[in-house]
């Protein structure tokens, strides 16, 4: 999965992310996912930016309208930078822009903070200064507080949908990025390592998983990512949870490449276990990683993407055989 967005592909659905297509207007949903109402960016932009002018507005007001202010930003941020390597390239070049999203991550509200790391997911894809600069930034372990978090039982846990953005954002730093043709990702092969090195007890036999030739060359290297992320305590346990605790398979599940859809399903733990699958599935791409992430049974719970009928969460599957994780 990379740039081009997780939800529904025939374009008929409103999707994670909130746009019908104009890019301006977003349908919110009540409690029972009933249509509530609909407001436009251009509006909200306006009201919030001129919400000093009144001096009877109170703190709280303010607060709300900042991170209101800010939730609309990322995502018209987002829309505009997705499927276009051009204004991906235009966002990266604005000061400062890297850690203030990351800054959102940590701090904006449970939406604010989803928006801001869906706009990660997008903008770190196959551009290098994007990628590096938002690892730079800290973006690893920001995404990390919100995914540990996600399964403490001391403070209210994030939203599925903050939880589910900040693993996209994830994979997609924890990712190496290459000149193949069109889409920028680099192909990944096991091969023939030194035989002084053959260890029976090692799953891979003596390969060595390698960026394939006709990848290269590499545009932007993810291993820092990755090593940062495996070393951040309670990370793979809180990402191995995800993938064994939400339900994958039945038919009239939501499904998270299919049919979810934004607001109605914020807090659905369908749309989770794909992106905590996918983290790791980059994850492994580090050797120490892969002893990490089969250490216990939890590779039973990678099995049950075969049985799912999104294509999402199967090609998440795909990626975990192709990697040889565990047996």
């Not at 995800?242 to 398979?249: L, W």
């Not at 992106?275 to 990490?292: G, P, S, V």
Request: aromatic share 8%.
């Amino acid at each position: 999965v990379g740039e081009s967005g997780v939800w529904s592909s025939n374009g008929a659905a409103v999707g994670y992310g909130g746009y019908d297509g104009s890019g301006t207007s977003r349908t919110k949903y009540d409690d029972d996912g009933n249509v509530e109402s609909d407001w436009t960016l251009s509006s909200t932009v306006s009201t919030t930016s001129s919400r000093k002018e009144d001096d009877d507005d109170d703190d709280d007001d303010d607060d709300d309208n900042d991170d209101l202010r800010k939730r609309a930003v990322c995502e018209y941020a987002t829309w505009c930078i997705t499927n276009n390597p051009h204004q991906r390239a235009v966002f990266s070049e604005r000061e400062g822009v890297h850690a203030a999203v990351v800054a959102i991550v940590g701090s904006g509200s449970p939406l604010t903070s989803a928006a801001a790391s869906h706009l990660i997911y997008i903008a770190a894809f196959a551009n290098e200064r994007n990628h590096q600069s938002f690892i730079r930034a800290g973006a690893v372990q920001a995404l990390a507080d919100v995914i540990v978090k996600s399964t403490t039982t001391k403070t209210p846990p994030p939203l599925a949908v903050q939880s589910m953005w900040a693993m996209a954002a994830l994979q997609n730093l924890e990712a190496s990025y290459c000149d193949t043709e069109d889409n920028g990702r680099c192909y990944w092969a096991w091969h023939a390592g030194d035989g002084d090195h053959h260890n029976d007890d090692d799953e891979t036999n003596g390969h060595e998983l390698m960026i394939g030739e006709g990848s290269l060359p590499l545009l932007s290297d993810g291993s820092s990512a990755r090593r940062a992320a495996m070393e951040i305590p309670n990370l793979v346990a809180a990402l191995k949870h995800h993938v064994c605790r939400a339900p994958i398979g039945e038919e009239d599940e939501i499904f998270p490449g299919e049919n979810a859809l934004a607001g109605r399903d914020d807090d659905n733990m369908s749309i989770v276990a794909w992106a905590a699958a996918a983290a790791l599935k980059n994850m492994a791409l580090e050797k120490k990683a892969r002893a990490m992430i089969k250490a216990d049974s939890s590779f039973e719970c990678y099995c049950r993407f075969k049985d799912s009928h999104d294509w999402l969460e199967g090609a998440s599957l795909l990626f975990f055989i192709l990697l040889r994780v565990g047996s």
